[in-house]
């Protein structure tokens, strides 16, 4: 059975850094990549950041150049360090994976809809 688990999330205020965790166990498949999202309530889950490994990175511009996405695959473990963090920035963040996003680049790999496996979230909440 796959299982995805967030941690990491927490208060802090605005300019503040965050590293969020999600450890991976269960079998997926030989190659998955995998994504960060997160969602405010009464709005759509918006993609954060996604990954093929070493070789492909894709970001939302609301987090471009303050977000970093990295995975550890030996481990499982899917990283997201968050700095210079905005009260807009507050939001469940939740951790996706799938095999065949793998096969896709950019944008679509920030559509919620092209991941099958999710995790329960981990909330992040930023003061001004």
């Known amino acids: 059975q796959v299982q995805l688990v967030e941690s990491g999330g927490g208060s802090v205020q605005a300019g503040g850094s965050l590293k969020l965790s999600c450890t991976v166990s269960?079998?997926?498949?030989?190659?998955?990549?995998m994504a960060w999202f997160r969602q405010v309530p009464g709005r759509e889950r918006e993609g954060v950041a996604s990954?093929?490994?070493?070789?492909?990175?894709f970001y939302a511009d609301s987090v471009k150049g303050r977000f970093t996405i990295s995975k550890d695959s030996a481990k499982n473990i899917l990283y997201l360090q968050m700095n210079g963090l905005k009260p807009e920035d507050s939001a469940m963040y939740y951790c996706?994976?799938?095999?065949?996003?793998?096969?896709?680049?950019?944008?679509?790999?920030?559509?919620?809809?092209?991941?099958?496996?999710w995790g329960e979230g981990t909330q992040v909440t930023v003061s001004a």
């Open positions: 996706a994976a799938d095999p065949l996003v793998c096969l896709a680049e950019g944008e679509v790999t920030l559509r919620p809809n092209v991941y099958k496996y």
């Open positions: 269960g079998y997926i498949a030989p190659r998955y990549c």
């Open positions: 990954e093929e490994g070493d070789e492909f990175t």
